[in-house]
């Protein structure tokens, strides 16, 4: 069957944001204290205020796990103003497992499937704590299924999908998981479980179009089943 990839406003890009805003990441409470300080700028003064503390932080070299919380804070207003690429550099410096995850997060968000591999491949190599390992497992398809060019392409990358439904350790993808083959599928079951088993999440609402879609490169050319 000939797949044509299409200009998509791909639900995921909703998911991820509106994941960032569940935040994996513990700030200490001078961290905390300095962030609530800067509340009231705009966001490019805020951006210039954290680079600026970042640089006198470097120079005085006497707590480089505040620099590294630094860093992580930039990264996160970076990604929420949209610039995925620098949120993705500046996450990569945090350097802490949930900082290697978001790097690889934000490198999908703007296109970049080899760099999001690359950071997966870091995060595994020691042990991964458990809270974060259903989300690589997710995150490593997703970037999988980027790649794909064809319908023939998507087959393996499903198989794997299909058989994280339900599995043990996946429960807080679960909806996640039913939304993107339901997409990639057009699938009516997928559909029916999330409405019947997740109606307050954002997958539902993604259904229900009470979240639009926005545009980013990822997945912007994924091919669907049945797409033509």
Not at 109 to 120: E, F, Q, W
Not at 167 to 184: D, F, P, R, S, V
Not at 196 to 221: D, G, H, I, N, R
Request: glycine letters at 4%; aromatic letters at 14%; charged letters at 25%.
């Amino acid at each position: 069957m000939k797949i044509q990839s299409k200009k998509v406003l791909f639900f995921i890009t909703v998911f991820f944001i509106f994941f960032s805003n569940v935040n994996l990441f513990s700030y200490s409470p001078e961290v905390i204290r300095y962030f609530s300080s800067l509340k009231s700028k705009e966001p490019l003064e805020l951006i210039e205020s954290i680079e600026k503390q970042i640089g006198q932080e470097e120079k005085l070299n006497t707590h480089p796990e505040k620099t590294k919380e630094l860093y992580y804070l930039l990264a996160e207003v970076q990604e929420k103003m949209g610039d995925y690429e620098e949120a993705s550099k500046n996450y990569e410096k945090a350097a802490s497992q949930e900082a290697f995850l978001a790097a690889a997060k934000t490198a999908l968000l703007y296109g970049d499937s080899l760099r999001c591999d690359t950071l997966l491949s870091r995060l595994t190599q020691g042990h991964i704590k458990e809270k974060l390992v259903s989300q690589v497992r997710l995150y490593a398809v997703w970037s999988w299924l980027v790649k794909a060019q064809s319908e023939d392409a998507l087959h393996e990358p499903l198989v794997i999908l299909k058989s994280y439904v339900g599995m043990k350790g996946m429960e807080e993808e679960q909806a996640a998981i039913l939304l993107t083959l339901w997409y990639l599928t057009g699938e009516e079951a997928y559909k029916v479980a999330i409405e019947k088993q997740y109606p307050k999440s954002l997958e539902f609402l993604v259904l229900e179009s009470a979240a639009s879609f926005l545009p980013t490169p990822f997945w912007f050319f994924v091919p669907r089943k049945n797409q033509g």
